[in-house]
């Protein structure tokens, strides 16, 4: 089991990690203890329940921090004895999430504990313990998820160890605060002179900011501008792997950020241009970029911008912006660009 175990977890650093939109999480669950050491205990297969609550993290390796209580439901008997025990564990983990789907995920787990036995006896002893583990996680809707995960612990004390599987409603909560949208100031109207006939204020480069008040005199047209008229600009880069579509975690930032420019603007487009380097036949190349610029469209989608705002497309080989003789050029030639279109 605890081969298994490190394998499916081993397995899971290859998907994409997933970011969730709210900041808290709190959690039931109800499932069973094994004892897999010579714990002395008449039943080494034992019911538990308990509750954890996690919070969400930004810019961290772990996706979430855990912490709970588990119990046994009821004592537990101790072999060849008139006496029983409670046992009481609280935990703080790690929690580390990899989206297999829209609605399912894979997590992976670390951390440690408290074990607590009500009645110490035959070797067993309140102490620390470290676990590890995997979990599945389905969204059920919005505001419940179905969790399901197995745990191996092993105590200080002596090295005992067990095994526990549990699964619980997991319910969401504390929405996370969208960033403030920039809002673009009012040209001030010139005064009105007594007795003067007041020119009517002139906008050269057709930005919305008046001549007299525009730092920036000769934006380019379409550009969104700020109070002083120079250019807001929110662009896209992403480079893949050779012969992949898949887009790495590092540009999930680059990507939160061309979406929260395209929030701040309900009224722009984005647009969306895919390219590959000169390896492979034309009709691949062309193929394999209209599935960069589809994972690009699906990225930002997840961050909540309609795909009716997003105009993708895929140009094969046909637009290098570097030479393909080298290694270096032709990696620089794997990308996705994205810009902002009125």
């Keep these: 089991m605890k081969k298994i175990l490190i394998s499916s977890a081993l397995c899971a650093s290859m998907l994409f990690a997933a970011n969730s939109d709210y900041k808290y999480e709190i959690t039931p669950m109800i499932g069973g203890n094994i004892a897999e050491g010579n714990l002395n205990l008449d039943d080494d297969h034992y019911p538990i329940g308990g509750i954890s609550f996690g919070?969400?993290?930004?810019?961290?390796?772990?996706?979430?921090?855990?912490?709970?209580?588990?119990?046994?439901?009821?004592?537990?008997?101790?072999?060849?004895?008139?006496?029983?025990?409670?046992?009481?564990?609280?935990?703080?983990n790690y929690i580390k999430d990899f989206e297999l789907t829209d609605s399912t995920s894979l997590y992976a787990l670390v951390g440690y504990g408290l074990e607590h036995f009500d009645t110490e006896r035959f070797g067993n002893e309140t102490s620390l313990f470290g676990n590890y583990g995997?979990?599945?996680?389905?969204?059920?809707?919005?505001?419940?998820?179905?969790?399901?995960?197995?745990?191996?612990?092993?105590?200080?004390?002596?090295?005992?160890?067990?095994?526990?599987?549990?699964?619980?409603?997991?319910?969401?909560?504390?929405?996370?605060?969208?960033?403030?949208?920039?809002?673009?100031?009012?040209?001030?109207?010139?005064?009105?002179?007594?007795?003067k006939l007041v020119e009517k204020p002139v906008d050269t480069d057709g930005d919305g900011v008046i001549d007299s008040l525009d730092k920036c005199p000769d934006t380019p047209k379409g550009d969104i501008v700020d109070q002083h008229g120079c250019s807001l600009k929110a662009n896209l880069n992403i480079n893949f792997e050779f012969d992949s579509a898949r887009i790495n975690n590092s540009y999930e930032s680059k990507i939160k950020k061309f979406a929260d420019f395209m929030k701040a603007f309900p009224s722009v487009k984005g647009k969306i241009e895919a390219h590959t380097d000169s390896v492979g036949t034309e009709e691949y190349n062309q193929k394999l970029s209209e599935r960069r610029a589809a994972a690009a469209v699906k990225a930002l989608e997840a961050y909540?911008?309609?795909?009716?705002?997003?105009?993708?497309?895929?140009?094969?080989?046909?637009?290098?912006?570097?030479?393909?003789?080298?290694?270096?050029?032709?990696?620089?030639?794997r990308r996705v660009e994205g810009s902002i279109q009125r």
């Design 134 to 195: 995997i979990g599945l996680k389905y969204k059920i809707s919005e505001s419940m998820s179905l969790k399901t995960d197995i745990r191996h612990l092993v105590n200080t004390h002596d090295r005992d160890n067990n095994l526990i599987y549990t699964v619980g409603l997991s319910i969401p909560f504390g929405k996370k605060a969208a960033p403030a949208p920039v809002v673009k100031e009012e040209p001030k109207p010139e005064p009105v002179v007594e007795r």
């Design 304 to 333: 909540g911008i309609d795909k009716s705002r997003l105009n993708s497309t895929g140009y094969g080989e046909s637009k290098p912006k570097a030479t393909n003789e080298t290694a270096e050029g032709r990696a620089q030639n």
């Design 55 to 92: 919070v969400n993290i930004d810019d961290s390796m772990f996706d979430q921090i855990e912490v709970g209580i588990l119990n046994s439901l009821g004592n537990v008997d101790y072999e060849n004895s008139s006496e029983d025990t409670n046992i009481t564990r609280l935990f703080n």
